[in-house]
């Protein structure tokens, strides 16, 4: 089992830059895949990134390609989403996912291949 809390969203204008992270507890953190989703009113939650346990494989949302960029720091159990240019579209509850294991090379991109789910952690981006 392991316990996901998101931080860091907040207002911005449109054009500027947030990070969000997410602290996990519990069982050993490279035991997992990480992503993070989005879900703005109305709509169905919308994948945006993941990243394997090493690191080494990362997948986009066509939406989000060449503006988000996540990472994860291990031996801080955390992982992070650092969102530049932002959109007025960009505007969501955003969370944290966990998967657990998951092996590098393969892309987990659909809601139900996570186990474990934040609480979220919502962004608003003003036009």
């Known amino acids: 089992q392991v316990q996901l809390v998101e931080s860091g969203g907040g207002l911005v204008q449109a054009g500027g830059s947030l990070r969000l992270s997410c602290a996990a507890s519990?069982?050993?953190?490279?035991?997992?895949?990480m992503a993070w989703f989005r879900q703005a009113p109305g709509k169905e939650r919308e994948f945006v990134a993941t990243?394997?346990?090493?690191?080494?494989?990362?997948y986009y949302g066509d939406a989000v390609k060449g503006r988000f960029t996540i990472s994860r720091v291990n031996a801080k159990n955390t992982v992070y989403l650092q969102m530049n240019s932002l959109k007025p579209e960009d505007t969501a509850l955003y969370y944290c996912?966990?998967?657990?294991?998951?092996?590098?090379?393969?892309?987990?991109?659909?809601?139900?291949?996570?186990?474990?789910w934040g609480q979220g952690t919502q962004v608003t981006v003003s036009s």
């Open positions: 996912a966990a998967r657990y294991l998951g092996a590098d090379g393969f892309y987990y991109t659909e809601r139900a291949q996570y186990q474990y």
């Open positions: 990243i394997s346990w090493s690191g080494r494989s990362i």
């Open positions: 519990g069982r050993t953190f490279t035991t997992y895949t």
